[in-house]
């Protein structure tokens, strides 16, 4: 049973404009998330996070939102970059605290 | 800056043999973790540690054991490697708080 979804296996966006990749949730208690930036033959980047306490969190041109009632989030890229085109595993902490779980992850493609 | 080492970028064995994939860390990090990505199904966990000698099963640990002798290095032991074993390993750690930083992998090929 997957905890973390990520429904769009793949995202094609013109450079300049806002990507935005959707992450989905079923456990009410994961109360961190996180969203990794993986380029080929690499391992995964940590990017940015967001805490259950809040709904909003930006990094430059990275922004996570958090919906807890929707069990949604979602990262905005504006704006999207060709060096953006990589893997999005959106991750959340488990109960325990101990290890992510991840989704399977969104292929984000910026063409110029 | 957090570095996660591994000790093979590509490795190709044959299906039986015993292979030793080995990750080092050089920020004192607790907790250490291995995970396959396969396309389609995102990383997977197969075993973390969180202390010396110490470690728990992830969610695919079939096939897979670990070792952690030192604090800095966790390794990760395929006793009869198969093909459905052929994947990118990846190594990663965790301080304090909860990011993980990765290793660059190792694309393991079984034939």
């Known amino acids: 049973d997957q905890q973390v979804k990520q429904n769009s296996p793949s995202l094609s966006v013109q450079e300049g404009r806002i990507s935005i990749l959707n992450c989905d949730y079923t456990n009410s208690m994961f109360d961190y998330f996180l969203w990794y930036k993986k380029y080929p033959a690499e391992g995964p980047t940590f990017l940015i996070s967001i805490s259950s306490i809040k709904d909003k969190n930006e990094d430059g041109r990275f922004t996570v939102f958090l919906n807890k009632s929707a069990k949604h989030l979602s990262l905005h890229i504006v704006p999207s970059q060709p060096g953006d085109s990589a893997v999005y595993f959106c991750?959340?902490?488990?109960?325990?605290?101990?290890?992510?779980?991840f989704g399977k992850g969104t292929t984000l493609s910026v063409s110029s | 800056d957090v570095k996660v080492t591994q000790s093979s970028r590509y490795l190709v064995k044959r299906t039986g043999e015993k292979v030793f994939l080995e990750c080092v860390q050089d920020m004192d990090h607790e907790n250490m973790f291995w995970y396959r990505q396969d396309p389609g199904l995102g990383l997977r966990l197969i075993y973390f540690?969180?202390?010396?000698?110490?470690?728990e099963k992830g969610d695919i640990p079939e096939g897979y054991s670990v070792s952690r002798e030192k604090k800095e290095r966790f390794s990760l032991i395929l006793e009869s490697a198969s093909t459905n074993q052929t994947s990118m390993y990846l190594c990663?750690?965790?301080?304090?708080?909860?990011?993980?930083?990765f290793g660059p992998g190792t694309r393991l090929t079984v034939t």
């Open positions: 991750a959340a902490i488990n109960q325990a605290g101990t290890a992510l779980i």
């Open positions: 990663a750690t965790r301080g304090p708080s909860y990011e993980q930083y």
């Open positions: 540690s969180y202390d010396v000698k110490m470690k």
